[in-house]
T-cell receptor
Framework: AAGVIQSPRHLIKEKRETATLKCYPI?????VYWYQQGPGQDPQFLIS???????DKGSIPDRFSAQQFSDYHSELNMSSLELGDSALYFC???????????FGPGTRLLVL | QKEVEQNSGPLSVPEGAIASLNCTYS??????FFWYRQYSGKSPELIMS????GDKEDGRFTAQLNKASQYVSLLIRDSQPSDSATYLC?????????FGAGTRLFVKA
């Protein structure tokens, strides 16, 4: 069965640079979620989209923005990167807001 | 107080024993409850979902939900070394899912 696809899988950036993470949900899933997970921490909810509209917002910094496109894929744009942004970024998708979320493999971001 | 609380562990059980993982949540309006397993550096993998009070069994796993007590648990029977991982409790209300900090489980061979 098709799973959530994230790209790139690994990313190295310098401080103050910009990064774009991409997420392709499971086919026919209309909801996408973004999470940030630091070392030894639980996933922190950043933002979610349902039917291309922002549905909820968590602890997403103002330097980050995201959107969901007409084909339901989503992109997380991160600007003015800081060392503390180094983390695993997971995307998850579901069919509707309360249904089970399935996670992608994650993008490991390292900011030097 | 965190919205979803779990004992961080580590919880250590011998192979073949029952592992019991617990989770409490604060939002009474929560609708959906999930247990995920996460190996180090990997993405969370769904183990169980539960939506109504009572028990739900799937193979060696049983999830229990008590909305009145705002409590959800996961029992793992016949624990195997491959079950050693961090178990995340997740609670959903609307379009937001809150994860607990996770319980680290070690199953000793």
């Amino acid at each position: 069965a098709a799973g959530v696809i994230q790209s790139p899988r690994h990313l190295i950036k310098e401080k103050r640079e910009t990064a774009t993470l991409k997420c392709y949900p499971i086919p026919r899933h209309d909801t996408v979620y973004w999470y940030q997970q630091g070392p030894g921490q639980d996933p922190q909810f950043l933002i979610s989209f349902y039917e291309k509209m922002q549905s909820d917002k968590g602890s997403i910094p103002d330097r980050f923005s995201a959107q969901q496109f007409s084909d339901y894929h989503s992109e997380l744009n991160m600007s003015s990167l800081e060392l503390g942004d180094s983390a695993l970024y997971f995307c998850a998708s579901s069919s509707g807001g309360v249904e089970t979320q399935y996670f992608g493999p994650g993008t490991r971001l390292l900011v030097l | 107080q965190k919205e979803v609380e779990q004992n961080s562990g580590p919880l250590s059980v011998p192979e073949g024993a029952i592992a019991s993982l617990n989770c409490t949540y604060s939002d009474r309006g929560s609708q959906s409850f999930f247990w995920y397993r996460q190996y180090s550096g990997k993405s969370p993998e769904l183990i169980m979902s539960i939506y109504s009070n009572g028990d739900k069994e799937d193979g060696r796993f049983t999830a229990q939900l008590n909305k009145a007590s705002q409590y959800v648990s996961l029992l793992i029977r016949d624990s195997q070394p491959s079950d050693s991982a961090t178990y995340l409790c997740a609670v959903t209300g609307g379009f937001k899912t809150i994860f607990g900090a996770g319980t680290r489980l070690f199953v000793k061979a």
